[in-house]
Each structure stands twice: as structure tokens, then as C-alpha cells.
């Protein structure tokens, strides 16, 4: 029940000054070596230090002037309001729309994408458009709904996902180029091999939890990266592994001439016809991670995870092997993360292993995190901000025009970027869709607060 304003401290601006400006101390130290200094280089090729303390001035200024408003905002009085039921609280209200409106209009615009990207940019504009924010960023939706069986729904917290995806990427990558394997016989193979790397993972960490799970996962996804590292005469070391043959349409290769793609279907040829079937191949890889993920959290299994994510001892209890439904979990997760390891093999034509640093691991469990753990929907929105975001933040020239024709942009996308997530996460801590559906229910299906449902901690 919410407190009344007589029960609420009155706002004391003594103290909330004091906590500002301790915020704006914090940020002026932060922001010193990034903005207040800058090295570049003179017509002699020597480093020169520019000196542009404004900058860090008005950093700090935002931040005590934010602070003091946030502080402020909590502090004001509040008027008591009734309870309101279960069915009629905008949280329940915002997840229905968002699961009967969003996301059909997001499969119906992705299913039309690339040709509304040919009408407005042509073939040469739209390029950028399907590859960079299309097919990246629906790389990374299926990679969060393939973690998010693992951390969302079983309540493992993975910090080496990447290296289901380097397996998946490698698999395909040396099947290839080694035995002339098509694409399309690799694809499964890099699956089921990732998986058999997941029960591996799964067996030594059986019986850890919380931090020493995410401590020993860590350690697996550096020990896959340095041993793609060091491990020449297999995986070619830092120099990677190029010329990987690109995906064909079922047989058909994308090239001009007699044989090709354009050529059957009686097309001009273009580049761009490879780029299309790629979208349309992660989406539907994309789609079944998706499809199969909500049938397996109807089945027993699902609910098994769901109970062992609640509490661990009860689900012992309740007979349920834990043993196998942890090892279930990350053999599938790692399953669906070998799929986009090789499509990420076919769709690039290289692979090395600076593609699979632990930043990678980071950014998918943030989309996870960030989405709410367990939603799908949230998952899918939560890379359509992060993934899209950081590429529309490239797009920043305007921005010159404000601070002069010496800004780069391109320096403080990840800044501004990270700023966003940090206010993101505050205001919203369960996630973009902070309400979650029930596997099982009674008579009626009503979706209930993340605060009831805990989080993947292991």
C-alpha cells in the first residue's frame, strides 16, 4: 500500500544538494580523462593534449541539476490511491497490448521490411538498411531467446554464451572448407555440436550457484576463445578462417550467369538477392527459437525449469531431476546459440576468434536483462534498442553542427549509449516488460508482476 504524505520525510535541500553535488564529483572524476582531455595529432605526427575542461563542466552540471530533480521527484507528497485489481493494473494492461498488437505488427512490418527498404532506398541504399539493423539485429534476438531458456527461464546465470556461438560458427566454418559440406548439412551439425559443448559445460557445474556459476561459465567462454587463439593447426590462430562458402539457395548459388539465382528466376542480377534470402533465413531460425522455447515452457520441462529457477530445494522435493533438467537447459540454449554461430559463419565468409570476446556474452545477457528476464517479447524489443540503437547512434553528423565540424560522433555513440542503459535500468529494473505470463493456469490466463517471479541468479 502506497505511504501517505504525512507518513513521508519532508524534503530536506540541505541534504539533497549534498547528494548532487557528491554525483557531480563522481561524474567530473569520470568524465576527466574522457572529456576534459584529448590527444591528437600535430602536422609533426606528435600527440598534442587538448585541453577542454567545458566539456567536463557541463557533464557535471547535468548530472547535479538530474540528480537534484530525481531527488526531489521521489520526495514529492503522494496522495493515497485504493487498490486496484489484478486485471485493471497498467502493467497487465501495457503486456497485453504489447503481446496482441506489437508483436503481430513486428512480424507482419519484418515480413515486408526488405521491400519497403528497395522502394525507399533502391538496391545500393537498402544494402545497409537489411544487412546492418535486419539480419544483426534479428542475429542478436535469437541469441537472447536462446540464453533466455538458460538464464530467464531455468535461472542459470551463463556469462560464456559466446562460446556456443564460436562452436556454431567454427563447426560450419571447418565442415565447409574441409569436407565441402553444404550449408545446409552444417547448419544442424553446428547445433548439436554446440549442445554437446552445453553438457559438457553443464556437467562440472552441477552443483554451483549464483556467482560461482557465472564465475566458471566465464572462465569456459575464455578457455573456447583461447584455444581458438592458440590452436593453429585447427582453427588457424588469429588469422581465422576465410573463404567459407556462402549459403546457396537450396542448391542454387547467388552468382551472375547460367545456374544462378537471378538466372532461374529470370531476374537482373543483383547483390542484393543474397542479402533478402539471409534476412529471411535468420528470421525464420529466429522464429523457430522462438516457437520452440514457448512450446517447451508449456511442457513439463519448461515448468521444470521455471521451479528450478524459484527454488531449488523445493523442486528436489518435488522429485523433479535437477541434474537433468540444468543439463536440458543449457544443451538447448547452446543448441539454439551453434544455429546463429553458423549463420553467422555463412553470412560473413570469415571467422575469427576477436569475433567471440567476452563482450559479445555481456551484450546478450544485458539484451536479456534489459527485456526482462523470461518475457520473449521483452528479449526481441530490448535488441531492437540495444543492437539498432547503437547503429542509429552512428548516424549522429548533425551533431557537428552543435559542437563544430571537429566532433566525432562515432566516440560518444557508446557513451551515450551506456548513459541510456544505466536510466533505462533504474526506471525500469524488472526490464522493458516487467510482467510475466504463466505456463499453467486456472480457468484464466492473467499476467503477473516480474516482482513475483525471481531472477536468474542461479
Known amino acids: 500500500m502506497a505511504a501517505s504524505s504525512a507518513d513521508r520525510e519532508p524534503f530536506d535541500l540541505a541534504a539533497a544538494v549534498r547528494d548532487a553535488g557528491f554525483s557531480a564529483l563522481v561524474t567530473a572524476g569520470l568524465a576527466f580523462p574522457i572529456l576534459a582531455l584529448r590527444a591528437e595529432q600535430d602536422m609533426s605526427n606528435r600527440l598534442v593534449l587538448q585541453e577542454r575542461w567545458s566539456w567536463m563542466l557541463i557533464a557535471a552540471a547535468i548530472v547535479f541539476v538530474g540528480r ?13 490511491a485504493p487498490a486496484a485489481p489484478a ?26 521490411f526488405p521491400f519497403v527498404s528497395l522502394y525507399a532506398s533502391g538496391a545500393a541504399g537498402s544494402l545497409k538498411w537489411i544487412d546492418n539493423y535486419g539480419i544483426q539485429i534479428l542475429i542478436y534476438v535469437m541469441l537472447g531467446w ?3 531458456i538458460v538464464v530467464g527461464l531455468a535461472g542459470l546465470l551463463d556469462l560464456g554464451y559466446v562460446a556456443f556461438y564460436a562452436v556454431g560458427a567454427y563447426s560450419y566454418a571447418l565442415l565447409s572448407t574441409t569436407f565441402g559440406l553444404s550449408f545446409w548439412i552444417c547448419l544442424p551439425l553446428a547445433g548439436i555440436l554446440a549442445a554437446f559443448w552445453g ?25 573456447i576463445r583461447v584455444v581458438l587463439i592458440n590452436w593453429t593447426d585447427f582453427s588457424n590462430g588469429y588469422a581465422g578462417i576465410a573463404g567459407i562458402p556462402r549459403v546457396t539457395f537450396f542448391g542454387v548459388p547467388f552468382v551472375d550467369g547460367e545456374g544462378g539465382f537471378a538466372n532461374l528466376f529470370g531476374l537482373e542480377f543483383s547483390p542484393i538477392h543474397r542479402t533478402i534470402f539471409l534476412f529471411y533465413l535468420i528470421l525464420a531460425l529466429a522464429l523457430l527459437t522462438n516457437l520452440v522455447t514457448l512450446k517447451l515452457r508449456r511442457m513439463p520441462i519448461g515448468r521444470a525449469w521455471e521451479a528450478l529457477r524459484e527454488d531449488e530445494i523445493a523442486c528436489r522435493s518435488l522429485g523433479i ?3 537433468n533438467t540444468k543439463l536440458t537447459a543449457f544443451a538447448i540454449g ?15 565468409g570469415f571467422v575469427s576468434p576477436e569475433s567471440f570476446t567476452f563482450i559479445e556474452s555481456a551484450t546478450i545477457l544485458a539484451i536479456v536483462v534489459l527485456g526482462g528476464m523470461g518475457s520473449q517479447l521483452g528479449v526481441a524489443l530490448a535488441a531492437v534498442i540495444m543492437i539498432g540503437g547503437t547503429e542509429l547512434l552512428r ?15 562515432a566516440q560518444y555513440r557508446m557513451l551515450i549509449f551506456g548513459l541510456a542503459m544505466v ?8 526490464g522493458i516488460v516487467a510482467t510475466r505470463s504463466p505456463s499453467v493456469f486456472l480457468k484464466e490466463r492473467k499476467s503477473v508482476s516480474g516482482d513475483l517471479v525471481k531472477e536468474g541468479h542461479g
Open 68 to 80: 537534484l530533480a530525481m531527488i526531489a521527484w521521489q520526495a514529492r507528497p503522494r496522495a493515497e
Open 87 to 112: 486485471a485493471d493494473k497498467p502493467a497487465t494492461a501495457l503486456a497485453t497490448f504489447l503481446s496482441k498488437v506489437i508483436a503481430p505488427a513486428g512480424l507482419a512490418f519484418l515480413l515486408i
Open 146 to 148: 536462446g540464453l533466455n
Open 199 to 223: 553438457v559438457i559445460l553443464g556437467f562440472p557445474v552441477l552443483r554451483l550457484r549464483g556467482d560461482y556459476l557465472a564465475i566458471v561459465t566465464l572462465a569456459f567462454g575464455e578457455i
Open 321 to 323: 531431476n535437477t541434474t
Open 334 to 348: 547452446a543448441g539454439f546459440g551453434g544455429f546463429a554461430g553458423s549463420f553467422f559463419a555463412v553470412r560473413q
Open 395 to 409: 548516424e549522429l553528423e548533425w551533431t557537428k553542427q552543435i559542437f563544430g565540424p571537429d566532433f566525432d560522433p
Open 423 to 430: 536510466v533505462m535500468m533504474i526506471w525500469k529494473p524488472r
